[in-house]
């Protein structure tokens, strides 16, 4: 079957199971279950369901297999990607109801990033001179960043959606273009479906929230994404497309460390946040948010297709976008 087929099937399994499953799960289950609490992380006035995650990534991994199978791509490559994503996914589930350490999530998080790193073989580009283990390393490292990223983005209606979900729809292209792994593809069409069926859901005012069983593994897989473009093009313009996500978190980090407050205490600190607290609506944040992904993400994969000055310029455009777009949200709080 033509790959643009079997795309759109991807594309549209993910969105119409996850869409369904959101549904079913909003009426079958009783009305306080993972209900999510207003914490000092939140940006929400009541307080919705975090069942999003349950439904949007078993949809994503289902649509994923069906349509590897369709086109007779090889399932081994993803064996521990999604082994790694069912641990975050039952860490989610288990942190959503009861809440678990910061250093119990971190240890589990390294741990399901290992079990990717050592099972996918990925790495992240380094010196030669450096030894291999380092690659295999920094791979880890990059995978637990990108989950915790995600998770922290994840804090207002159709956010993870628009900002996340873009994300991930053009690191899966840039793998695509820049080395034609068609199951890469595949995979951020799957995830991007999922959030999709997930999103109408999610609409503001959100009656329910993806939860830290949808954004630890959306997360992972997003790392896995980007590790995998970043072996074939630069790692500037693998992270192209995350580049509001990466400038709102290392800007964020950077501050509080500054102002000597505890990194890992949960905020409300992101620019988008703040923009919301400035009576920036939802709506209107997730409007920018896609539009930056969509210009970073399409800089990123022009930019793997070009070479020499003309690629450089498009990164150069696209991190100043995501930068800016920081800048402008945060700006909104003085406004």
């Known amino acids: 079957m033509p790959i643009f087929l079997v795309s759109v099937f991807a594309l549209f399994a993910a969105a119409l199971a996850s869409l369904a499953a959101v549904a079913c799960l909003r009426r079958f289950l009783p009305q306080d279950f993972l209900a999510a609490a207003i914490d000092p992380r939140s940006n929400h006035a009541h307080a919705a369901r975090q069942l999003g995650g349950l439904a949007a990534m078993p949809a994503a991994v289902l649509a994923l297999t069906l349509a590897l199978t369709i086109t007779d791509l090889p399932t081994a490559p993803w064996v521990a990607p999604g082994l790694g994503a069912l641990i975050l996914w039952l860490t989610g589930i288990a942190d959503d109801r009861r809440g678990l350490g910061a250093v119990i999530k971190f240890a589990i998080q390294f741990a399901a990033a290992g079990v990717v790193v050592a099972g996918a073989g990925l790495s992240f580009p380094l010196p030669a001179f450096l030894p291999g283990i380092t690659a295999q390393l920094a791979a880890a490292v990059v995978l637990v960043w990108f989950v915790n990223m995600v998770n922290f983005m994840d804090g207002t209606d159709l956010i993870t959606f628009t900002g996340a979900g873009t994300a991930t729809?053009?690191?899966?292209?840039?793998?695509?273009?820049?080395?034609?792994?068609?199951?890469?593809?595949?995979?951020?069409?799957?995830?991007?479906?999922?959030?999709?069926?997930?999103?109408?859901?999610?609409?503001?005012?959100?009656?329910?929230?993806?939860?830290?069983?949808?954004?630890?593994?959306?997360?992972?897989?997003?790392?896995?994404?980007t590790l995998k473009a970043a072996a074939a093009?630069?790692?500037?313009?693998?992270?192209?497309?995350?580049?509001?996500?990466?400038?709102?978190?290392?800007?964020?980090?950077?501050?509080?460390?500054?102002?000597?407050?505890?990194?890992?205490?949960?905020?409300?600190?992101?620019?988008?946040?703040?923009?919301?607290?400035?009576?920036?609506?939802?709506?209107?944040?997730?409007?920018?948010?896609?539009?930056?992904?969509?210009?970073?993400?399409?800089?990123?994969?022009?930019?793997?297709?070009?070479?020499?000055?003309?690629?450089w310029l498009l990164v150069a455009a696209g991190w100043v976008v995501g930068i800016a777009l920081v800048l402008h949200l945060r700006d909104k709080l003085k406004g």
């Not at 899966?172 to 890469?184: E, I, N, R, S």
């Not at 479906?193 to 997003?222: E, K, M, T, W, Y």
């Not at 290392?250 to 992101?270: G, P, W």
């Not at 920036?280 to 969509?294: D, H, N, P």
Request: proline residues 4%; charged residues 10%.
């Open 233 to 311: 093009v630069s790692p500037a313009i693998a992270l192209l497309p995350f580049a509001y996500y990466l400038a709102d978190t290392l800007t964020t980090l950077i501050k509080r460390a500054l102002e000597r407050k505890n990194i890992l205490a949960a905020h409300s600190e992101h620019a988008y946040q703040m923009a919301k607290r400035s009576g920036l609506s939802a709506a209107a944040i997730s409007a920018r948010v896609v539009v930056c992904g969509a210009a970073t993400g399409s800089a990123a994969v022009v930019a793997a297709l070009t070479t020499g000055l003309v690629s």
């Open 169 to 225: 729809l053009f690191t899966g292209l840039l793998c695509l273009v820049a080395t034609g792994d068609a199951g890469a593809w595949l995979a951020a069409l799957a995830v991007f479906g999922a959030l999709a069926g997930f999103a109408v859901h999610n609409r503001p005012p959100a009656a329910v929230f993806l939860g830290d069983s949808g954004s630890l593994p959306l997360g992972l897989i997003s790392g896995i994404l």
